[in-house]
């Protein structure tokens, strides 16, 4: 089945960076888009970036242009974003997602926490 495992998460001071990683099984990792969302306390699950399946088009939202950046490494079946000059207000537990034929799987979420 589908597994993906968010990991790297942890607190980290205004102005810091972080990199996540999305180890991702149980499918051919190198056929499929793979998604970063964020949620929040008592806020929704908001989408960050994406890339293709060959990471030849990545994209990433208005709110983090310029300080994130997704990648992926087929070889391992991992996908990554890189986030750096990190904001108070991006505290939040990090998701990576995947569909496949209409399904969504989720990982269970890595905790970022950025505070002085």
């Known amino acids: 089945q589908v597994q993906l495992v968010e990991s790297g998460g942890g607190l980290v001071q205004p102005g810091g960076s972080l990199r996540l990683s999305c180890a991702a099984s149980?499918?051919?990792?190198?056929?499929?888009?793979m998604n970063w969302y964020r949620q929040a306390p008592g806020k929704e699950r908001d989408w960050v970036a994406g890339?293709?399946?060959?990471?030849?088009?990545?994209n990433v939202a208005d709110s983090v242009k310029g300080r994130f950046t997704i990648s992926r490494d087929n070889a391992k079946n991992t996908a990554y974003l890189q986030m750096s000059s990190l904001k108070h207000e991006e505290t939040a537990v990090y998701y990576c997602?995947?569909?496949?034929?209409?399904?969504?799987?989720w990982g269970q979420g890595t905790q970022v926490t950025v505070s002085s």
């Open positions: 997602n995947v569909m496949i034929r209409g399904i969504t799987s």
């Open positions: 149980g499918f051919p990792f190198s056929l499929y888009t």
């Open positions: 890339i293709t399946s060959a990471g030849g088009s990545t």
